[in-house]
T-cell receptor
Framework: EAGVAQSPRYKIIEKRQSVAFWCNPISGHATLYWYQQILGQGPKLLIQFQNNGVVDDSQLPKDRFSAERLKGVDSTLKIQPAKLEDSAVYLC???????????FGPGTRLTVL | QQQVKQSPQSLIVQKGGISIINCAYENTAFDYFPWYQQFPGKGPALLIAIRPDVSEKKEGRFTISFNKSAKQFSLHIMDSQPGDSATYFCAASTSGSRLTFGEGTQLTVNP
């Protein structure tokens, strides 16, 4: 089966600019996650969707980050405006049931200058 | 407490040796403990996982040892190979909740 797809793979922006990332989960997976992975650290969950609904966004900086999941399939994560500390790899993952056995995409490496 | 503490930060072993990575947690409600393997430029991939009803789980060269009373679990890689060189993350969760990851261990296996 095809894995989790993410685009773009790399993005360089200036601080205060906006950026958006796209994720297409594994077909049939109801649960979708966005993680932020800062260099040298483990992934940190930003938001979890179950179908169209948000299950957990407690660690999402809502003043600048937003996410949506269109029709319970694809998802976009947006940062507006970006800060230097947002430089990280943004990982999308999906699972068929709960947080167990999450399948990760390759990530988008964001550099904010 | 939601933290998962992982050690060592980096590890170098010779081919054929045993690699051991340790994790400790505080939240006694955690009931799922996976290990993920991440290669440069790739997302993490599930390697092996354990639940607290067993003390050990083995899959090929990879073994998780779990000590519920000490709130610790470890990954053992037997007969380590250069292809095992990657970053390894432990994680923990309670049923239906988010995974909390450790800080990662960069493993290098020298030929």
């Amino acid at each position: 089966e095809a894995g989790v797809a993410q685009s773009p793979r790399y993005k360089i922006i200036e601080k205060r600019q906006s950026v958006a990332f796209w994720c297409n989960p594994i077909s049939g997976h109801a649960t979708l996650y966005w993680y932020q992975q800062i260099l040298g650290q483990g992934p940190k969950l930003l938001i979890q969707f179950q179908n169209n609904g948000v299950v957990d966004d407690s660690q999402l900086p809502k003043d600048r980050f937003s996410a949506e999941r269109l029709k319970g399939v694809d998802s976009t994560l947006k940062i507006q405006p970006a800060k230097l500390e947002d430089s990280a790899v943004y990982l999308c993952a999906s699972s068929s049931a709960g947080p167990d056995e999450q399948f990760f995409g390759p990530g988008t490496r964001l550099t904010v200058l | 407490q939601q933290q998962v503490k992982q050690s060592p930060q980096s590890l170098i072993v010779q081919k054929g040796g045993i690699s051991i990575i340790n994790c400790a947690y505080e939240n006694t409600a955690f009931d799922y403990f996976p290990w993920y393997q991440q290669f440069p430029g790739k997302g993490p991939a599930l390697l092996i996982a354990i639940r607290p009803d067993v003390s050990e789980k083995k899959e090929g060269r990879f073994t998780i040892s779990f000590n519920k009373s000490a709130k610790q679990f470890s990954l053992h890689i037997m007969d380590s190979q250069p292809g095992d060189s990657a970053t390894y993350f432990c994680a923990a969760s309670t049923s239906g909740s988010r995974l909390t990851f450790g800080e990662g261990t960069q493993l290098t296996v020298n030929p």
